[in-house]
């Protein structure tokens, strides 16, 4: 026998299983048992937890492998659930199986889920959908490494339909996450039914679209549950082994309630609710009326939800309202607080002691910390881990959730087939990657750790589609290390993770296959292969799975194509097709093309673009904010528009064709607006500046002895209320030596909206 984490040899008969997560403990035996359709399924008596898992892993059996099983108190059965007092650990499980059959034996009802989980993947190790399955004899014994395995889903900057979130849901059991926080209000959009206020969803549930130019676009966008839907959840959510936990933000990100309810707000004026993305100035009255309201609120809520925690929020809540009113002001002073930081340390304690009233625990983002952190709070650290070692180290809980690692709204490559999101790039291997026990906690207070949490924020997730893409498969890498103690190993992990991704696939969702697709790299610039001719290219995958194949004549590869062992020395006029194969000649990801035209190498889409000098690109936008479709997308910098061609081929090409968008500029900056690079516009709605030779995505102060930028081309914009929103532009390039950036800055002045690159195409010079 040998335990999971050794090199055990495959049994004559049967491979070694594949489990996600991985179990503390697994250690095999001779012999196996054939499971097929019509296998029987027995559970003890009368238990309620029991049957439920049985049904839960009928349900899996069915959708994941097409065997279909069945409840029996025959003696025949295969399965049988056995509870077992002894294993106390709420989630603990033990899965026995032999040449008799297979014994799930738990404690508790989350323990058999646990276990039938396990037992859903024994049950579908392959593609063979339909056949009966042969699972080796082996023993188990689980228990996971922390108590909150969580997935936050943003329903606030973009309603998410109900039938994802039980779709989520599902799948979140299937590797044992046990949290899902629901992100239920925001400035953009309140999703909780409140039937004492009902103006909350009335109003506050549905906002305008921003817009491009002109009149905003037609039609409201946005969506509310029912309380009885989300009970529908709630038990639905259990029956899984998932709690959810339920966020109010406060005091911060409030423009929706006070859409609805000027009376809460600080002014008294009646904004709209919010459409704009980031840290919007709207505040909750911290006095009597105000927490009088957030408790009824409360009252409703935690009838809804009836797990422990309560998230209220706390995070980027800029306290300028407060500064002004003279009526906080003197309540501050009442209260012989001295800043608004105290001030909202003292709120978020007030609901915590309400909530402690009634059974249940406070918690909220790091930034509760900020005037002290309240004696009833629990912290979600995401500004990095130091609110989590800070806090606990006072002796309070932590979740883990740090930005932008554990940020599922941050692309997962450099495909220019990735959907929008924070182009901070956090691959399938980074989350895996990451430890959750931070360095820094006292070794005697790591039982404050609770565990960790990825975030899937929804400004650039607006569609199911979207949502499935950025929270799958990454979340396997979260289950895994939140589950288990073993040691690390990547390659290991993607094997287990892959028939894993083909269990999703046959649950309908949609998973993203970045860590698996080919990206081919060009050797040396474009402009080096356009002057040779001749073009160099490497193929890779981020993670270790498959032999990679391709084909030079644009059709797709198979397994019979050829092997890629060294880059590709190739005349331009190729296209390469690549993809990995695994060992039984599936694919690993759909096929990626690479073409060495001579246009399209001079040719540049928004993803290939880089910042200008001192620039940074930090967002993959689409080109309306509540877009459905995935392109275009655009690489923007919030605070400058300006990118760059980076390395044109000055000496090749003469000319360029540009193609502009023009985009909401719907981002809420606070404090930041400062920052906003502002260009004199010498036209009324400003310029198309294309700068040749500007020295783009430079990490510091542009070199001095460099040859300044030469301005090859300017164009005033038209106006932005009669025009429309894509638009051309085309002219001559400066010759010069060698490869040099382009620039396209924009001069609109920054009340109008945001400006944009989608395509920029060289043309040769004759």
Known sequence: MASVGSATPALASDRPVSLLPRPASLTYQSGSVTIGNGAGIAVPAGDADAIGAATLLMAHVRGERGLALQLTDGPAALVRFVRDPALIQPEAYRLTVGRSGVKIIAGSHAGFVNGAMTMAQLLSPDDRFGQPVRVPALTIADAPRFGWRGLMVDTARHFVPLPTLTLIVDQMASVKLNVLHLHLTDDQGWRFEVKRYPRLTDIGAWRQAPSTGGPPPPGRVGGFYTQAELRGLVSYAAERGITIVPEIDLPGHAQALVSAYPEIGILGDTPAVGHDWGVNPYLLDPGPKGVRFVEDVLDELIDVFPGTYVHLGGDEAVKDQWERSPKVQAQMKALGITTENGLQSWLIDEFGRYLGAKGRRLIGWDEILEGGLPPSASVMSW?????AVDAANQGHDVVLSPAPILYLDSLQGDHDDEPPGRLSIQTLADVYAYEPMPKGIDPAKAGHVLGAQANAWSEYLATPWQLQHAIFPRIGALADITWSTEPRDFAGFVGRLRPQVARWRRAGLEVADSAFAVTPKLQGSRGDALRANKVKVALATQAPAGTI????????????????????????GVTIRAAGFDTSGRPTAASRAFDTDRHVLLTRGASDLVSCPLGSLGLRVPRTADATANAPVFNVNLFDTCTAYPAAPLDVAGGFTVIVDRLARNYGLAHEAKAV??????????????????????????????????????????????????????????????????????????????????????IERR
């Open 383 to 387: 500004r990095g881990e130091q609110g």
């Open 549 to 572: 194949r391709y084909t030079l004549d644009g059709s797709a590869p198979t397994p019979r194509s050829a092997r890629y062992l060294a880059p590709l020395a190739l005349p331009l």
């Open 677 to 762: 690079r502002e260009h004199y516009n010498v036209t009324e709605h400003g310029e198309l500046l294309v700068l040749a030779g500007c020295q783009g995505d430079r990490k510091g102060p542009p070199d001095a002895d460099a040859p300044k930028p030469v301005i090859a081309a300017s164009f005033p914009l038209p106006d932005p209320a009669h025009s429309p929103p894509r638009m051309t532009f085309s002219g001559s390039l400066p010759k010069m030596d060698g490869d040099r950036d382009v620039c396209f800055q924009f001069t609109s002045p920054i009340s109008e909206p945001f400006y944009a690159v989608e395509q920029v195409r060289l």
